[in-house]
């Protein structure tokens, strides 16, 4: 239930990052002003006793949020990719969120499994690890199939993750719905819609049968992508709450330096992920929303295995071309078509000016262009960013959010290879490539064709919908009847117009 009593929830919060030490150092990293440090401090203090103690052995940050819960550790996962934004020691305290938190025992993974599949874990695998890899909602175990002899990754669902997932979205509804009314300033942002939209991709991330599904449909439209691999799905060993694929072999994408060591392009690898990404969002449509370094790997030959397909964002046609138009005009430096294609797309109410606008935005991109890519500071870029939409009045496109956010991670990654990395030039080609297939004549052809042959599939059933609704269309309105004289029609006449008048002055007071 999303009420009062959430709000608890959220004490314990604020509560568990004063206890563990973490306020300070997020606070830190955030390079936050004295007075929302002292802010902080002042609410934080007293109620630092009721936080989460959390394992001492971990640092701070980790600390708090490994003890939060699972949302809570989604939202580390994101921040662990980005050292530019938390600084270095803060990223690298935070990538263990990825893949390498507390396992929960062998013995209930195994009950689990055999629940799932109906048979025992001796009857469909002859060799079944400890946990190889754990992360917020799953954990993997090394298998060999009985009936095939091959290497598998089983995934295993953590016990009563649903209910400890249910407990922090419902906190985060409950805060949503706070912010919105305390400070109507926000509502553009839709916190709400945001908060929702999370818990849908949440929701389907603990159905591993769907996770089964996206990985099927990824391979297949990424069947020709050259430079990445896809493990498939075992249909017969997947259920609800257990996934099993091939087993990915390779180096860890986190693991720079053992990256280094087996003689990979650091450079032309962080190029890779990014490409690849833009290709399935511009190209498909549909794409891995989660691509941090814990769910990928580099084979030996230098291909990136793409897995854990449990979050995947999907955006229409329409939305990948303006996409793809917001970014080749940022990469051409051509505000005045990115403010255009804002106000076209809607994305801008139509009452704010679009020369302003695109000055608003050269602001933004210009200090990307010609500049070290390792002195850009992506915090104060996206700082800028928030004041450039609050100003123009723009809403969050929740359509968007998965798009964004995964821009966000896949930037950090490629950063995280290669610190040099110019985001623009490398996605300049995909870009490229995309506009002319799909902006251009033959995009054009192509499209009209499209319209042909929808027409076509209706023409048939035309003649009979023109011949049942052209009558009636036809047909002339029946002449109203005569009013009736009664006793008392002039009074009713009055009050009909006094009631009349009433309502065009009301109606004018609203307009």
Known sequence: MRGPHNIWRLIRTGATFERTGAMKVALDA????????????????????????????????????????????????????????????????????????????????????????????????????????????????????????????????????????????????????????????????????????????????????????????????????????????????????????????????????????????????????????????????????????GNLKVARNGDIIVYDFGIMGEIDEYTRRVYAEILMGFIRRDYERVARVHFEAGYVPRDRDIKEFARALRAVGEPIFGADASRISMANLLAYLFEVTERFGMATRTELILLQRTMVVVEGVARSLDPQINMWEVAKPVVESYIRDNLGPHAAVRDLTRAAQVLGRFAPLLPEYLERRMPELLREPPPPPEPRRRPGLAAGMALGAVVALAGAAFGAWLG
């Open 30 to 293: 955030a390079n936050a002003p004295a007075g929302i440090r002292v802010a902080a401090r002042i609410l934080g203090w007293p109620f630092a006793w009721l936080g989460y103690k959390g394992d001492p052995a971990l640092p701070p940050v980790t600390r708090a949020i490994t003890a939060l819960g699972p949302a809570y550790v989604k939202f580390g996962q994101i921040l662990s990719t980005r050292p530019d934004v938390v600084g270095v020691e803060l990223a690298d305290q935070l990538s263990m969120l990825q893949d390498r938190l507390a396992p929960f025992a062998q013995d209930q993974a195994r009950r689990t499994v055999a629940a799932e599949l109906g048979r025992p874990v001796e009857t469909l695998f002859s060799e079944f690890s400890e946990p190889v890899a754990a992360a917020s909602i799953a954990q993997v175990h090394r298998a060999r199939c009985i009936d095939n002899g091959r290497e598998v990754a089983v995934k295993v669902l953590r016990p009563g993750i649903e209910a400890a997932f249910r407990r922090d979205i419902d906190a985060f509804h409950f805060a949503a719905g706070m912010i919105e009314r305390l400070s109507p300033s926000t509502r553009r942002l839709r916190p709400r819609d945001v908060v929702a939209h999370f818990e849908s991709v949440v929701t389907g991330e603990l159905d591993l049968r769907l996770e089964a599904a996206s990985a099927s449909e990824f391979a297949e439209n990424t069947a020709g992508d050259e430079g990445m691999a896809v493990p498939a799905p075992y249909w017969h060993l997947s259920a609800r709450r257990v996934l099993t694929t091939d087993w990915a072999e390779g180096v860890p994408m986190g693991d720079v330096a053992a990256l280094r060591a087996a003689g990979h392009d650091l450079p032309t690898l962080g190029a890779r992920v990014l490409q690849l990404f833009l290709r399935h969002a511009l190209r498909d449509g549909y794409f891995h929303a989660d691509m941090h370094q």
